[in-house]
């Protein structure tokens, strides 16, 4: 059974960074999503088992950067340039396979969600 751990959520002023960590047990791919008050879960990036291959959704690209540290089993979610926009619960998720996925349902295990609030 795949476990997940996220932490590193917190409340930072616009323009700050945070870095958050998903501590992970498993071979698949993992992926990050948020989800704001009233709002659906969305994509935000993704990294394949590898950490050959990233993906990111166009509201986080060139902000954003998701890698991998094998040896802690462990991805990360560095956020920087953080907007009001980004403030959201963020779940680290485990994907079905190796490969990226964008969407919800390419992933089966989901963390408990870490709050990251960004402050005007």
């Known amino acids: 059974q795949v476990l997940l751990q996220e932490s590193g959520g917190g409340l930072v002023q616009v323009g700050g960074s945070l870095r958050l960590s998903c501590e992970r047990s498993g071979r698949t791919a993992t992926g990050w999503f948020r989800q704001a008050p009233g709002k659906e879960r969305e994509f935000v990036a993704a990294i394949s088992w590898s950490g050959r291959n990233t993906y990111y959704s166009d509201s986080v690209k060139g902000r954003f950067i998701i890698s991998r540290d094998s040896a802690k089993n462990t991805v990360y979610l560095e956020m920087n340039s953080l907007k009001p926009e980004d403030t959201a619960v963020y779940y680290c998720?485990?994907?079905?396979?190796?490969?990226?996925?964008?969407?919800?349902?390419?992933?089966?295990?989901w963390g408990q969600g870490t709050q990251v609030t960004v402050s005007s």
């Open positions: 998720a485990a994907a079905r396979s190796l490969a990226i996925g964008t969407i919800k349902d390419e992933y089966d295990v």
